[in-house]
């Protein structure tokens, strides 16, 4: 197994070795290399993930994902479990990452507002997969939104996570699915990891914007330290 700084590595070289669509005038407005991926953000420690879509221009100019309008929504809502009261300012909802991980589908931001597609998620996966079972410490995740959720259909038995997602609990039930990795001698490791979705929290998703700071506080309140 390898230390992060080599994984982070090993997604720039895979970045860099066949082209794939990039919001590049973002990443230089930013002053960053188009290919350096933007994996993660929070203590690889923690119990808990929020395993979300794909990067916005907010978070490539933070360097962090879930930063712009529905991060900030997610960690208001961590920030209020986390301590009780609201917070000052927005250097004070920095401090969830303490008890985090923020992560994506896709360490990259696409073009426009555009979900990445399958065959671009499935050249990022194993790092994902490497990220989720070496690296973090933890074993719940919730997904935010529909292709965050999606993205772990592989790890469950056929057709079992699809069917999950049709039921109408499916924003309050959980689900066990197995993570899998390789390390770099080619063996494959298993995680045992809980998915508690929830919708994602844009202002563009009218059907759940409203209730998302409720949903979120019921899902928190199921986390395990």
Request: net charge neutral; proline share 7%.
């Amino acid at each position: 197994m390898t230390d992060i700084q080599q994984l982070l590595t090993e997604i720039q070289q895979e970045a860099q070795s066949a082209e794939f669509p990039i919001d590049e005038p973002v990443y230089r407005a930013a002053g960053l290399e188009p290919t350096q991926p933007i994996l993660y953000a929070g203590n690889l420690e923690s119990q808990l993930c929020f395993f979300a879509r794909d990067l916005g221009k907010d978070e490539v100019f933070a360097r962090q994902p879930l930063y712009g309008a529905a991060g900030k929504l997610v960690r208001l809502g961590l920030y209020r479990s986390m301590y009780g009261k609201e917070p000052s300012d927005d250097r004070d909802l920095q401090t969830v990452l303490d008890r985090v991980l923020f992560t994506n589908t896709v360490p990259y931001k696409p073009p426009g507002n555009k979900a990445y597609s399958e065959g671009v998620k499935k050249r990022f996966r194993p790092f994902l997969e490497r990220l989720l079972v070496f690296h973090w410490q933890g074993n719940q995740i919730i997904t935010l939104g529909n292709e965050a959720f999606k993205w772990f259909f592989p790890y469950a038995a056929k057709g079992v996570a699809a069917e999950f997602f049709e039921g109408s609990d499916r924003y309050t039930a959980s689900l066990q699915v197995t993570l899998q990795a390789k390390d770099n001698q080619g063996n494959l490791h298993q995680r045992v990891v809980t998915l508690m979705p929830l919708p994602h929290p844009s202002p563009l998703n009218q059907q759940y914007y409203a209730q998302f700071p409720q949903m979120l506080q019921q899902r928190l309140a199921e986390i395990r330290d």
